[in-house]
């Protein structure tokens, strides 16, 4: 296993990975248990269904051109990590203070998605749902540890293998989401009045303002606020720059659009399919969406099936989590292994995941994650961007000696005394605080590095340029011969055809989960049956998914 994960330097040219695998860690990603409770949580808001459906998308649609305008250009054009890029710009002693929060911070998220993968393991066990902050049952802690240890064992494994993994289960946990809404429009629509079922988008309308999206809130959550909550529920990712760390394995910038795979089918589709299932499974149990975990709501829509849906989808989500966290960890120690921080950010993260309290407070902590760690992005992007433009020196600071970049403390920091200020004094509603901070950040960042020497000019700063604008050069020229001497068209496809089984047998068997959810949705399969059936095709898929897989990888 080749464990080189490039903490320090530029990836090389010959580890960059292909889109796909972007896409599917986009899609394995952001179609997550945490969506079980997000898309819950917009049901027990009251939000209505038009703030639902146009909130989203334009939240989403800002979240995918802050990837691909924002974070992808930089990685790909430095190749570093968020935590070595940092330390260029803002010195040893800046990384030391930014690591242990983000890390932190990412140690908590990745915790969320393993307590939402343990609330679907827990129900054979007959464990009561965990909805409280603390855990209320000692077995629950043990179903925590075991899934926890798992999570860990893949993300150890780097980039590739996250990648993979993701990519295996992507599909099939975009479909389940669907097929959940499926089987519990018809509970919903046969409580619904005025309507004898769902015949055309009127009758699904009635449904959603009566029982899911009903618009009865206190006012508080609207529009505004969806779309605001979209943008900004990934902020740490995007606009605070984390997912360099992935994105400097990309062949193009470009890549950073596939994060509409992501955002689309996870912050759009599934977010409202999971309102769907929270609704349903709510009115089938007889209780209110506020008290089931994902879990449960899962196993009400998809039977056994959902259960480990919900699993593989805390996985997914958790693997490239834990697997930042340890890059940021790493980063304190030139000497530390990444493989071995890892494992020690694991075991943290497996005990924060003991305390469920990500079923109350999600949504606050992730606002408050990416407002904290946004205005880091902006002292990046204004170093990369506006002080070149501005007449000043890129890494004025690190030519300066600087252990650390004080212009940079000083734009975090006051930044955030900013976003303090509008929030506490209810000037401005959590949601709404990273424009102004972002603005705050930059603002501060460039006036004070003007002062403090950016505006000089550093003999090294054209060697180091002359450095890596021969870099950039030979990357370029190993791509153009690697793409030259790539088999023609017809030897790929008879490549592919190769693999030609696994491929067929994983298609049929989606076809197959499909088919089913159609039928129940339908009516012409009970819903009994079909969560009771629905594993058959699902084992058959994640089998041949997998044999797939690792069929394509030895050819390559």
Known sequence: MDNNEFERS???????????????????????????????????????????????????????????????????????????????IAGAGTIRIYSVVNGLLFCVLAGTMITVSASAVRIPFGIEPQVHWYPGNAAFVAVVLAVGAVVVAIATRGFRSVARFAEVCAPWMVLMFLLGALSMLPVLAAATDGIDGINNLSDLRKVADQWIWKGQGDGSIGLWHVAAFAWICNLAMHGGLSDMTVLRFARKASYGYLSAIGMFIGHYAAWAFAGVMGAGAALLVGSTIQALDPGAVAYQALGTTGILAVIIAGWTTSNPTIYRAGLAFQSLNRRWNRVRVTVVVGVVTTLIACFPFVFSRLMDFVGIMGLVLSPIGAVIVAEH????????????????????????????????????ALGFSGTLHLFFLLVPTWLAATVIYVVLARSMGASQRYPDAVADQEVEMKRQMEEVAWLADERASAPPARERWEQARGLGLYRGVALLSLLTCLVMGVACYSGQLGLDNFRTYLILPTLAYMLSAYLWMRSRERGE
Do not use: K
């Open 385 to 420: 961007w506006l002080l070149p433009r501005l007449g000043m020196t890129r890494y004025w600071s690190h030519y300066l000696g600087q252990a650390t970049n004080w212009a940079a403390i000083c734009a975090w920091g006051g930044s955030l005394l900013v976003a303090a």
């Open 10 to 88: 530029p990836v090389s040219p010959d580890r960059l990975q292909p889109a796909r695998h972007f896409a599917a860690n986009y899609a394995g990603e952001h179609v997550a248990g945490t969506e079980f409770v997000i898309g819950a949580m917009f049901v027990a808001w009251g939000v209505s269904t038009s703030d639902i459906l146009w909130g989203l998308l334009l939240g989403n649609l800002l979240a995918v051109l802050s990837w691909a305008l924002i974070c992808a250009p930089i990685a790909v054009s430095t190749r570093l990590t968020l935590y070595a890029y940092l330390e260029r």
